[in-house]
């Protein structure tokens, strides 16, 4: 079993930066895919970015540019460094582990964190 944890989230301004941190205990995780999603209100879970285990990343279109997924695997605990954030950034953000299939699907992820809240005032 793994446990995930997250950070990190808050208030901001448009064209601010914040930084999620996941912190994973039960077990490595450096050998899983690993993934950040995010749900706003009315609106199903979305991709965000995921990286694989070996440091391969991917983003959505909506992020790509702006936010950057990283892993610490001494630390055990996965980052996502969100810049230039925008109003519609505003979500519940999400860390997933143990991908196991195509790592822009929910479905494809064993163990999620609680969230954590992101808000991007105008």
């Known amino acids: 079993q793994v446990q995930l944890v997250e950070s990190g989230g808050g208030l901001v301004q448009a064209g601010d930066s914040l930084r999620l941190s996941c912190a994973a205990s039960?077990?490595?995780?450096?050998?899983?895919?690993m993934g950040w999603f995010r749900q706003a209100p009315g609106n199903e879970r979305e991709f965000v970015a995921a990286?694989?285990?070996?440091?391969?990343?991917y983003y959505s279109n909506s992020v790509k540019d702006r936010f950057t997924i990283s892993r610490d695997n001494a630390k055990n605990t996965l980052y996502l460094q969100m810049n230039s954030l925008k109003p519609e950034d505003t979500a519940v953000y999400y860390c997933?582990?143990?991908?196991?299939?195509?790592?822009?699907?929910?479905?494809?992820?064993?163990?999620w964190g609680q969230g954590t809240q992101v808000t991007v005032s105008s």
């Open positions: 997933a582990a143990d991908s196991r299939g195509q790592y822009f699907r929910p479905a494809s992820y064993s163990y």
């Open positions: 039960g077990r490595a995780v450096s050998s899983d895919g």
């Open positions: 990286v694989t285990w070996s440091g391969g990343a």
